[in-house]
């Protein structure tokens, strides 16, 4: 048969920060969706400056990730796209717990899985969750939205001269400490062959192409 895209599923990771409007298009390939929650709360950074523990600072943020996901399926939703949440700790007033086996009926029958509330463990971040709940229900690339255009080879807002990398190598990334994903996530994907496209979520459109398999951002693999 015919492979209308580059992708045929795909786990899109959206950070809290990045969680804004954008120009919604008809989807065909399969979406999953984690969300983060640094936009409410961010465990590490919370524990440091206040001494409280970093376990409990880490569900407070896993917990901000929720009101993100709900945030999003009522936006969705209201815009006509069919969506569930499942959450990585039990919260079934609010939203399904995560079985994979029930996303990915969910995906076959065409709705979008938001999955919140991280990997529900602590000293753990929602890109790492990404990377998981891809290899988890075989999704074939994690598409990371973020508000930067892709990975550059110096920091763009300290270094005018910093130039947006087309490709970089999973050991690129690591060895010359690119800071796209923290470490757990990034060899993740590496050990399980997940390439990662990170893209601008703010530019219209951007999501589309990611989500078919267009050319976008920095594509890390191999
Ligand atoms: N978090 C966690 N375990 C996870 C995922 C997230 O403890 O598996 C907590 C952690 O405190 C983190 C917060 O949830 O700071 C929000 O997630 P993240 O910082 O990854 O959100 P993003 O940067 O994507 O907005």
């Known amino acids: 048969s015919k492979k209308p895209y580059r992708w045929q599923r795909v786990l899109l990771k959206v950070s809290g920060e990045a969680l804004a409007g954008d120009h919604t298009e008809n989807i065909d390939p399969k979406v999953a969706i984690v969300v983060g929650g640094g936009n409410i709360f961010r465990g590490a950074s919370w524990a440091g400056c206040s001494g409280l523990d970093r376990s409990s600072a880490d569900y407070i943020g896993m917990l901000a990730t929720v009101m993100n996901a709900i945030f999003l399926q009522a936006t969705m939703e209201s815009i006509g796209i069919p969506t569930r949440v499942q959450t990585a700790f039990r919260m079934s007033e609010v939203a ?127």
Not at 137 to 157: F, H, Q, S
Not at 191 to 210: C, D
């Open 96 to 222: 399904e717990p995560y079985i994979r086996r029930r996303a990915v009926r969910h995906l076959e029958k065409g709705r979008v899985v938001i999955f919140a509330a991280g990997t529900g463990n602590p000293f753990f971040t929602t890109d790492t969750a990404a990377a998981l709940r891809c290899a988890e229900i075989n999704a074939e690339v994690v598409l990371k939205a973020t508000n930067v255009d892709g990975v550059y080879d110096a920091d763009p807002r300290q270094n005018p001269n910093a130039r947006l990398l087309e490709t970089v190598s999973y050991n690129e990334v690591t060895t010359r400490d690119l800071s796209v994903m923290d470490m757990t996530a990034i060899t993740l994907c590496q050990e399980n062959n997940i390439p990662v496209v990170v893209f601008n979520l703010q530019k219209p459109g951007n999501i589309a192409k990611a989500i078919v398999g267009e050319k976008v951002g920095t594509f890390i693999g191999c």
